[in-house]
Structure formats: C-alpha cells, structure tokens
T-cell receptor, first 114, second 113 residues
Framework: QQQVKQSPQSLIVQKGGISIINCAYENTAFDYFPWYQQFPGKGPALLIAIRPDVSEKKEGRFTISFNKSAKQFSLHIMDSQPGDSATYFCAASTNSGGYQKVTFGIGTKLQVIP | DVKVTQSSRYLVKRTGEKVFLECVQDMDHENMFWYRQDPGLGLRLIYFSYDVKMKEKGDIPEGYSVSREKKERFSLILESASTNQTSMYLC????????????FGSGTQLSVL
C-alpha cells in the first residue's frame, strides 16, 4: 500500500522551463512534508519542506504548493537548470505507534536538457 | 559538516552468506534508520532505532536484523543473503523529534549472486 503517491516517475524539461512534480497522500495524520533531492552516487538530501498549516513555501527557485483539503502537494522548480537533473522524492512524516516515521514516494527522475 | 558514513560503496556477496552493512554518524543524532532503494519502489524503511540497544521494525524487516551498541553506529545484518536482497541500502540519521529531517549516507550497492 503506497501511502504517498508521486508522479510522474520521469520528467524531461528544457533549460529555463518549469518542472512540476506532484504528490498525494491519504493519511491525514501526516504533519511534515519534505522533499529530497538525490544526485547519482549520492544519498538523498533534504531540499525543502512544508507543514500543513502553510499553503506555499518558497526557497530560491524551489516552491512547494500544499493543498490540505485535496491532500496533495507539489514541487515546482522555476527556471530549471541542467544542474537540477536528479531524482526527487516527496515524503510525509507522522507519529506512528509512538514513533515518528517518514514515508517516501517512489521518486521522479528529472532531466533538464540544454 | 554533518556526516553519515557507510562502510562500503559496493558489495558483492553469495546467496546464503551473512552480510554486515555498517553506518556511522558524527552528529550525535539519536535516531538512525536503514532504508533500501529500488527503482519504481522508492525508499522503504527496514529498521530504525531511537536509542542505543533499541530497535523497531520498519515496513520491510523480513530477512534483516540490526544492532546499535553505540549511539553513533547502526549496523544492518542480512542473516542469510538472498538474491531478492540485491539493492541499494541507505543509512540515515536525525535528531530526536526531527525525524522528517533526515541526513543520508551515500549508500551501499549490494549485489547477491
């Protein structure tokens, strides 16, 4: 059972374009929604995160849009650059059985072409 | 700079072997995690630990065990490796109460032949 559904699995965007990755969740107990960026040969690294009491968060060219009623959130990469080519994972965390756990989406492989 | 170090980048083992994957973090984090990463399946949690000598099962613990004898070190053990355990294994750590902010190692690509 996939608790965090992520799409698309792969994405090709031209340099300067907008990259959009979407995620949806079912568990309303999720209270923290991070995005991770992973370059080949490296582990994922936290990119940006949002809490459900905020509808949008922006850090540089990266923006998270959050729709609590629809249980959806998305990552927008403005002015996409070849250096943004990586795999992006959305995630959600919640307390489960007294412990906080993080559930990841399946990942989106982004390729930004010059 | 924050660091999570995994002992091996690549590992090749035979079916039935006992395999140890080691992870060390230098950030004094309470929480440590083992994930496996497979194409099309994302990151799946195998085991985690919130304290020394403490362990909790994640979503896919079958065929694995863990050991945490010191705060900075978290080991993943494959008691009898099987071909379906061929995967990328990622160790991560975080501060207590900040589980969503994970720091990952670079991963160990394990091939079981």
């Amino acid at each position: 059972q996939q608790q965090v559904k992520q799409s698309p699995q792969s994405l090709i965007v031209q340099k300067g374009g907008i990259s959009i990755i979407n995620c949806a969740y079912e568990n309303t107990a999720f209270d923290y929604f991070p995005w991770y960026q992973q370059f080949p040969g490296k582990g994922p690294a936290l990119l940006i995160a949002i809490r459900p009491d905020v509808s949008e968060k922006k850090e540089g060219r990266f923006t998270i849009s959050f729709n609590k009623s629809a249980k959806q959130f998305s990552l927008h990469i403005m002015d996409s650059q070849p250096g943004d080519s990586a795999t992006y994972f959305c995630a959600a965390s919640t307390n489960s059985g007294g412990y906080q756990k993080v559930t990841f989406g399946i990942g989106t492989k982004l390729q930004v072409i010059p | 700079d924050v660091k999570v170090t995994q002992s091996s980048r690549y590992l090749v083992k035979r079916t039935g072997e006992k395999v140890f994957l080691e992870c060390v973090q230098d950030m004094d984090h309470e929480n440590m995690f083992w994930y496996r990463q497979d194409p099309g399946l994302g990151l799946r949690l195998i085991y985690f630990s919130y304290d020394v000598k403490m362990k909790e099962k994640g979503d896919i613990p079958e065929g694995y065990s863990v050991s945490r004898e010191k705060k900075e070190r978290f080991s993943l053990i494959l008691e009898s490796a099987s071909t379906n355990q061929t995967s990328m294994y990622l160790c991560a750590s975080s501060l207590l109460g900040f589980v969503g902010k994970l720091f990952f190692g670079s991963g160990t690509q394990l091939s079981v032949l």
